[in-house]
């Protein structure tokens, strides 16, 4: 299984303030918050599989 805690991610951008997503993991579960760029505030919790895959839910306001 893939452990994504404490990784931050970015979407390819040359906006320097494209949304930043901040990943936790413990066991299966996943949750992340990401800011910046227009997102005010986003959530995500999921599922992670063995082969690496996540299933989530998201929101982002």
Avoid at 9 to 15: G, M, P, Q
Avoid at 28 to 35: H, Q
Wanted: net charge neutral; aromatic share 6%.
């Amino acid at each position: 299984m893939i452990n994504s805690d404490g990784k931050r991610f970015r979407k390819v951008s040359t906006d320097p303030d494209a949304p930043v997503t901040l990943y936790r993991q413990k066991d299966d579960l996943v949750w992340a918050e990401l800011t910046g760029g227009g997102v005010r505030l986003g959530s995500l919790t999921g599922k992670c599989g063995e082969d690496g895959t996540i299933d989530m839910a998201y929101s982002i306001k």
